[in-house]
């Protein structure tokens, strides 16, 4: 690193006598470095990550490459990922403390973060298939999306602050125009990358058809491209959320962008909602409904923090531009309202991007594991033949779905119903 | 120019011997350079503006100072708002040509536009004001609109450029913070600024005391300061309108921002509800109806025309990432309603605008001569309180005015009431 200008990718042979001369990996691993032992463990879609372990401690070094890891170098992505995961991370520390791997050092020209290694972590997407609970999972989720939401947003910060981490954030296009197309576009015609299950051509056809539907999906990806309200995740699903049975992070912030604040919110409400779909195909009717249960009750719960978190934000940190106590309090008036028209709109955009995910999950480029490890291939048409046409619902139908138990009723109806 | 780096205001002593060496100057004002005349012409809030006149030609010289023109030094302001003038100039000059001034020459350090001098054009709030209609008015600001609004969308944009445009245009922070300031925030409560004519307290009561109206105002701050969706003037009223008697031009957009598309159009519409209702003020009853009635046909023409335009380039121009083709008319199905939906969207916000716009101009710091210059305070105080009950109706009750046909019934019904 240090004897390098050049960007050039880690391998197990180079990783030692790469970072053996970089304090913050020393002062972690051990000074001496002929104990320290790597090991790559990269199955996400876009980076190299390896494990370094010296006898006093281990870390995590996360390294992008030039180009899209799952697919190969014929798809190009920038390496400037890994500066906005690093500022991402910076921002989701300060603002939702704890919630995030430790930082301990960053190279923008080697796109490098060497990071706290979560152990004994699991990705939240594996316990939910495996059908592992967590404890306390709804509390970090709720607060870090309260707490980054408000905190990034015009409630709280510095107009000219936030005007100039947004325009750094823009600089992340590459990524945001993998969601634009990916999530929000290819679902919704036959695109070239797109792939699903054999089985659900009428269902597709059904959802392609649907003008109404479409109209409000690119509503969502209008609000999407140019609506800057906080700084997102980008990408808050539940292969970003590592967990033991009762601690949970969040990582993976490299899609990060200024947005909506139903962005995360739905996204991640969506990856539940999906998880709980799937379990019949993962669990025995012994334990399956209590688990699913569970699933539908951390949606509740997470959504519960995250608006008496938001709410208490609202009451004791609202500093910025926007809704100032000037105008309401300041004038002995409530703003009660000003918050619970806010925390509709949030709500209906989440309804929205989680109806989107679903769909984008199942028709286009990037399955997820919980539809994907299915083996039969008719178990798993039927299982997202109900997600799909749930996706559709929340979209089209989102102004009746009040609140969180009404998601929970519609979800137990789709998990009924049969719809091949 | 050429031979000082350092910013220095431009006096009528300097300015030949500073531009004389520039060549577009010399090219257009003739190059002898003893017949160049210059006289100050600024009667704008912020800058200095001269009118340079050589035997062969004139221009404008507008020139930032790192302050308020209005207020003085005590209210500094960033030189770089010429950089963003010249480079909105130069986006509107190539998204709608001909409807701006031709720009020659800029000078970043010296925060300099030289442009083309409008002659015989006037500011068309004089023109309001004196009662002299202007042909052809309404095509310009309409197709002004559609062009820059649809051309500096994501609906026609390659989105990576539009997202380093819009990084580019959130350093106008300074000025953007003015109109958060003055326009959205200072009307709806007792801010130091602020000044009213005497006997508006009772109807300002009603203003500062409607929670309702104010959560509305301050979700359009949000949109304002969070809504990217293209490139508006920003300052699109009647003072950034020349005109001849059959010429128009826009002119002054140094507070061009990414923001809502139904900005400039509401504020351009609520600066034609004011000249109409302050009409009474200025206008013989023998001529006062036929000028009030051009005044609201202005705004239906204008507002056909944008809806015309904008309607022609989402069929011949629609090459953005939104609402693309391959979703609606490649899949043989129509982008009709996903159109409708959007041109309902950017009226309701420039009707919330337009009522915003009212309650600044005579709550908040910048007055507008169409109430300012009425002597008799009681008279004045009368047509206010009616453009103010207006402008509360606008934000309130958007979603029962479907058209400008609508709003023009609005407008004669709040010109016939007396609220005082």
Same mark, same amino acid.
């Given at each position: 690193m240090t004897t390098s200008t050049e960007y050039e990718p880690l391998t197990l042979e180079t990783i030692v006598p790469r970072l053996k001369l970089i304090?913050?990996v020393?002062?972690?691993l051990?000074?001496?470095t002929s104990k320290w032992k790597a090991a790559e463990i990269g199955d996400g879609n876009l980076n190299l990550v390896f494990i370094l372990k010296g006898?006093?401690?281990s870390l995590i070094v996360k390294q992008a490459l030039p180009y899209v890891r799952l697919?190969g170098d014929?798809?190009?992505l920038?390496l400037?990922?890994a500066?906005?995961?690093?500022?991402?991370?910076?921002?989701?520390?300060?603002?939702?403390?704890?919630?995030?791997?430790?930082?301990?050092f960053?190279d923008?020209v080697q796109a490098l973060i060497v990071m706290?290694f979560?152990?004994?972590?699991?990705?939240?997407?594996?316990?939910?298939?495996?059908?592992?609970?967590?404890?306390?999972?709804?509390?970090?989720?709720?607060?870090?999306?309260?707490?980054?939401?408000?905190?990034?947003?015009?409630?709280?910060?510095?107009?000219?602050?936030?005007?100039?981490?947004?325009?750094?954030?823009?600089?992340?296009?590459?990524?945001?125009?993998?969601?634009?197309?990916?999530?929000?576009?290819?679902?919704?015609?036959?695109?070239?990358?797109?792939? =699903?299950?054999?089985?659900?051509?009428?269902?597709?056809?059904?959802?392609?058809?649907?003008?109404?539907?479409?109209?409000?999906?690119?509503?969502?990806? @209008?609000?999407?491209?140019?609506?800057?309200?906080?700084?997102?995740?980008?990408?808050?699903?539940?292969? /970003?959320?590592?967990?033991?049975?009762?601690?949970?992070?969040?990582?993976?912030?490299?899609?990060?962008?200024?947005?909506?604040?139903?962005?995360?919110?739905? @996204?991640?409400?969506?990856?539940?909602?999906?998880?709980?779909?799937?379990?019949?195909?993962?669990?025995?009717?012994?334990?399956?409904?209590?688990?699913?249960?569970?699933?539908?009750?951390?949606?509740?719960?997470?959504?519960?923090?995250?608006?008496?978190?938001?709410?208490?934000?609202?009451?004791?940190?609202?500093?910025?531009?926007?809704?100032?106590?000037?105008?309401?309090?300041?004038?002995?008036?409530?703003?009660?309202?000003?918050?619970?028209?806010?925390?509709?709109?949030?709500?209906?955009?989440?309804?929205?991007? /989680?109806?989107?995910?679903?769909?984008?999950?199942?028709?286009?480029?990037?399955?997820?594991?919980?539809?994907?490890?299915?083996?039969?291939?008719?178990?798993?048409?039927?299982?997202?033949?109900?997600?799909?046409?749930?996706?559709?619902?929340?979209?089209?139908?989102?102004?009746?779905? =009040?609140?969180?138990?009404?998601?929970?009723?519609?979800?137990?109806?789709?998990?009924?119903?049969?719809?091949?």
């Amino acid at each position: 690193m240090t004897t390098s200008t050049e960007y050039e990718p880690l391998t197990l042979e180079t990783i030692v006598p790469r970072l053996k001369l970089i304090e913050p990996v020393t002062s972690i691993l051990g000074s001496d470095t002929s104990k320290w032992k790597a090991a790559e463990i990269g199955d996400g879609n876009l980076n190299l990550v390896f494990i370094l372990k010296g006898d006093k401690g281990s870390l995590i070094v996360k390294q992008a490459l030039p180009y899209v890891r799952l697919v190969g170098d014929s798809w190009p992505l920038p390496l400037t990922r890994a500066f906005f995961e690093y500022n991402s991370l910076v921002r989701q520390n300060s603002r939702a403390p704890n919630s995030v791997p430790k930082v301990f050092f960053f190279d923008k020209v080697q796109a490098l973060i060497v990071m706290e290694f979560l152990h004994p972590h699991k990705i939240l997407r594996g316990k939910l298939i495996a059908g592992e609970p967590v404890t306390g999972i709804s509390e970090v989720l709720g607060l870090f999306c309260a707490r980054t939401l408000f905190r990034g947003s015009d409630l709280s910060m510095d107009t000219s602050d936030k005007k100039n981490d947004v325009a750094l954030f823009l600089g992340n296009s590459a990524l945001c125009d993998i969601t634009e197309s990916l999530v929000f576009t290819d679902p919704y015609f036959d695109a070239k990358m797109n792939h =699903n299950t054999p089985g659900l051509e009428k269902i597709i056809g059904q959802i392609r058809g649907d003008i109404n539907l479409k109209v409000k999906v690119q509503d969502a990806l @209008m609000k999407f491209s140019s609506n800057t309200e906080t700084l997102c995740h980008g990408d808050l699903h539940s292969g /970003s959320v590592m967990c033991t049975t009762d601690d949970t992070k969040i990582i993976d912030p490299e899609f990060g962008f200024y947005g909506p604040m139903g962005f995360d919110i739905g @996204m991640l409400i969506s990856n539940f909602l999906m998880a709980y779909i799937s379990q019949p195909a993962h669990r025995s009717s012994k334990n399956l409904v209590k688990f699913q249960d569970w699933i539908l009750e951390i949606i509740i719960k997470f959504y519960e923090v995250f608006t008496n978190e938001f709410t208490n934000l609202w009451k004791t940190e609202r500093n910025g531009i926007l809704f100032p106590k000037s105008l309401f309090e300041d004038q002995g008036q409530s703003s009660e309202k000003a918050l619970e028209a806010l925390l509709k709109n949030i709500w209906f955009d989440a309804l929205t991007i /989680s109806g989107i995910e679903i769909h984008r999950r199942i028709l286009s480029l990037a399955h997820n594991a919980d539809f994907e490890d299915i083996k039969d291939e008719i178990i798993r048409s039927r299982l997202e033949a109900k997600a799909l046409m749930m996706g559709k619902e929340l979209i089209l139908n989102r102004e009746a779905i =009040n609140d969180t138990n009404a998601l929970s009723i519609i979800a137990r109806r789709f998990n009924q119903g049969s719809f091949l």
